[in-house]
């Protein structure tokens, strides 16, 4: 069973651009968990998905930040015009039940310019 | 407000001698909480939860409510134990999912021979 996947693991983007993260969770797991770290920081919670509906996004920004999570295919978190700020690794978990084990990928690195 | 503080950046000990990180919380209601390690090159994994009081890899964490701590122990380091340490603590109790994790900032371990 592969692990939960992100790609792309590195993401470059001038001010005001689109970033687009994907998530592709583990075999058999229908809950997805987003989850952004700043240079020097934990990680905070952002959003918790599960398929085609969102759950939890206490941590989403109000603006610009929007996730899914389709029938079919990976889960998505779109960050509109980004800005410098917007830069950290963004990590995506898993698990195949709630509550259950959060299994973690390896994060994308968004840079912004 | 709910926080998971880790107050050492960096802690470095000999092989063979014994290790405390710390972890402080503060909360409304039950905690739970979490110790995630992540190894260099890997990804972020769960170690131990303070319900499962179980010993993982010769690590022990104990919940004192009265002082706000879950510190996480092993009584003789070892080289390969060497990687970074997240507490964390469920948002469960704030009307969250189980998923919505605190995290603190981390402390890196490094373990000298």
């Known amino acids: 069973n592969a692990g939960v996947m992100q790609n792309p693991r590195h993401l470059v983007r001038r001010r005001g651009q689109e970033a687009r993260l994907r998530c592709s969770p583990m075999k058999g797991h229908s809950h997805v968990y987003w989850y952004r770290q700043l240079p020097e920081e934990g990680l905070k919670f952002m959003v918790y998905l599960q398929k085609e509906n969102i759950i939890d996004e206490s941590g989403m920004p109000k603006e610009r930040f929007s996730a899914e999570f389709p029938k079919e295919g990976p889960s998505i978190l779109r960050i509109q015009q980004v800005v410098r700020g917007d830069s950290a690794a963004y990590f995506c978990a898993s698990s195949p039940r709630e509550p259950g084990e959060l299994f973690f990928g390896e994060g994308s690195r968004l840079t912004v310019l | 407000a709910q926080r998971v503080t880790q107050p050492e950046k960096l802690l470095s000990v000999f092989k063979g001698a014994p290790v405390e990180l710390k972890c402080n919380y503060s909360?409304?209601?039950?905690?739970?909480l979490f110790w995630y390690v992540q190894y260099s090159r890997q990804r972020l994994q769960l170690l131990l939860r303070?319900?499962s009081r179980e010993s993982i890899k010769g690590f022990t964490a104990d919940l004192n409510k009265g002082e706000t701590s879950f510190h996480l122990k092993k009584p003789f380091a070892q080289e390969e134990d060497s990687a970074m340490y997240y507490c964390a603590l469920s948002g469960r109790n704030y009307g969250g999912s189980q998923g919505n994790l605190i995290f603190g900032k981390g402390t890196k371990l490094s373990v000298k021979p």
């Open positions: 303070h319900i």
């Open positions: 909360y409304s209601g039950s905690p739970e």
